[in-house]
């Protein structure tokens, strides 16, 4: 009986076989590993609008995006470039954890990954959340959307300006700092992936530094208040040492962003400070542009949920806090219709009024002309040119000569006043320009519930200072909205009432 004998693979076949493995197999399943692993771009979502609003991305993590543990590790790297510990020196809040813990980043920021690698960023949030407190002794009550009245941005940027500068940004320095934190990096993060995340932020930070020079030169701004469109003029190359002195020092609040709906329906409101644009949407993505997005890079997605979000979202009352004296409200309710309503809306929540929403010449109000000139008609025009290509392309940026009339909702929580900030409360702003104060300080969030503004009168508390605001600066003017048509020749009774009326909104 003949039995079937296996024959062993002949030498070439074997070769093949190993010459196979090696070419084909192996480097198909390194670059597997690798794009899983450096392929991915996968930002952190939640299912809460109110947590996504705090926490969600606007794709800026893509272009701007710091690695996360080197976010983390910078405090502790470069504490001298900071006014305390952390960043909640610079007016950022940190949330708790369920369990107590504080959150490792904080509100108003967000994280993706991407590139194979965690990356944070800064959201819409970061301009658009605050606290309160009712007293020094007491919690703060974080509330979302009103303008972040701590935060201090231009001492957030010059933090990563100064310390990329400094010898110390270095993985010699920044890893150690990293472990310390707990952050258990593997083999290939320790030795290639952060090494080169180091220096490439390294890189990119110093050239945006060379960029924003002009920055370096301001005046403060303080918490609070940002030079909006000078930064804007950055990203369309423009020569800033060769432009016009009086575009710079143009500071501008924070804005509240409640009620858009009211904002869009049932007509168009002039938006921005000087009502340079008619569309919220269109609004809402230039506003993208600070939060690190371009055109290619912008998470249209996540930003609509935010923008379904602010459509509706409404102010906390003033009464869920402090009380109000009614009769002397309803006293006031006359006078704020005579005085106010036609610019500002017959309510809080009613936004009618024949000029709400529409542009006052600047020579009418008089107040601070550096945030009007600061944008200019050359601005515009290249802003124009945004999203070309997308069908959301720009094509509603206009030059004014004024500054927009407001809808008044939430608007104890818009302390300071005016549009740059200049004036600590609605009692000192109802006081011709002579009687309202010349300094005072801000970043405070203990309210004074009878000025209607935050403590302004306290240079520190509890070892923190605050910013003091001079009105004598350039962009700080706190003159204009004054006279007999802005209540501001009132008698001091009438005046108290209308401020107690203002409370209701």
């Not at 993060?189 to 110093?206: H, K, S, T």
């Not at 070309?388 to 608007?411: E, S, V």
């Not at 706190?478 to 009132?490: D, P, R, S, V, W």
């Amino acid at each position: 009986m003949n039995e079937s004998v296996e024959q062993a693979p002949s030498p070439w076949k074997r070769r093949f076989i190993v010459l196979f493995i090696l070419t084909v197999v192996l480097p198909g399943l390194v670059a597997a590993i690798v794009a899983r692993r450096f392929g991915t771009d996968e930002a952190v979502d939640y299912k809460s609008p109110t947590e996504h609003f705090k926490y969600g991305s606007t794709g800026g993590e893509h272009e701007m995006g710091f690695p996360y543990w080197i976010w983390r590790a910078l405090p502790g790297v470069c504490p001298q470039y900071l006014p305390g510990p952390g960043y909640q020196s610079l007016g950022m809040i940190f949330e708790k954890n369920p369990d107590g813990s504080e959150r490792d980043v904080p509100v108003g920021t967000s994280k993706r990954r991407y590139q194979g690698i965690d990356r944070v960023f800064v959201n819409c949030a970061v301009c658009h959340v605050s606290t309160v407190r009712t007293a020094a002794d007491q919690a703060p009550t974080l509330v979302l959307g009103m303008p972040a009245a701590t935060f201090n941005m231009k001492a957030f940027e010059e933090f990563f300006f100064k310390c990329a500068a400094d010898p110390k940004f270095s993985k010699e320095y920044i890893l150690p700092e990293i472990n310390r934190l707990g952050g258990q990096l593997d083999l290939l993060d320790r030795q290639l992936v952060y090494p080169l995340a180091i220096d490439i932020m390294r890189d990119r930070v110093l050239a945006l530094a060379g960029r924003f020079d002009w920055v370096f030169k301001q005046h403060e701004w303080g918490p609070g208040r940002v030079d909006t469109f000078n930064s804007a003029k950055v990203i369309f190359n423009f020569p800033m040492q060769h432009l016009h002195p009086k575009e710079f020092d143009a500071p501008a609040d924070f804005p509240s962003i409640w009620r858009q709906r009211q904002r869009k329906e049932p007509k168009e409101m002039q938006l921005h400070w000087d009502g340079n644009n008619t569309t919220v949407e269109e609004r809402n993505r230039s506003a993208a542009f600070g939060t690190g997005t371009t055109p290619p890079t912008i998470d249209t997605a996540r930003i609509q949920g935010v923008e379904a979000w602010i459509l509706d979202a409404q102010p906390p009352a003033f009464r869920e806090f402090f009380p109000i004296d009614e009769a002397l409200a309803a006293r006031g309710a006359p006078i704020y219709k005579q005085y106010c309503a036609a610019c500002h809306g017959a309510s809080g929540s009613d936004f009618s009024g024949e000029y709400v929403g529409t542009v006052e010449p600047l020579a009418k109000i008089g107040t601070d002309r550096r945030r009007l000139d600061s944008y200019t008609y050359t601005l515009a025009v290249n802003q124009a040119t945004l999203y070309a290509g997308y069908p959301w392309r720009f094509t509603h940026f206009q030059k004014t000569h004024g500054y927009a009339n407001m809808p008044l909702d939430g608007l104890w929580l818009r302390a300071p006043y005016l549009h740059n900030g200049s004036v600590p409360s609605l009692r000192d702003l109802l006081e011709p320009a002579a009687k309202r104060p010349k300094a005072f300080y801000r970043g405070n969030d203990i309210y004074d519930p009878v000025k209607v503004g935050f403590v302004s009168d306290q240079p520190a508390l509890g070892g923190k200072k605050f910013f003091r605001l001079d009105t004598s600066l350039p962009g700080n003017g706190n003159g204009g909205h004054e006279g007999k048509a802005y209540g501001t020749e009132l008698s001091p009774g009438d005046k108290t009432a209308l401020v107690e009326f203002l409370k209701t909104f």
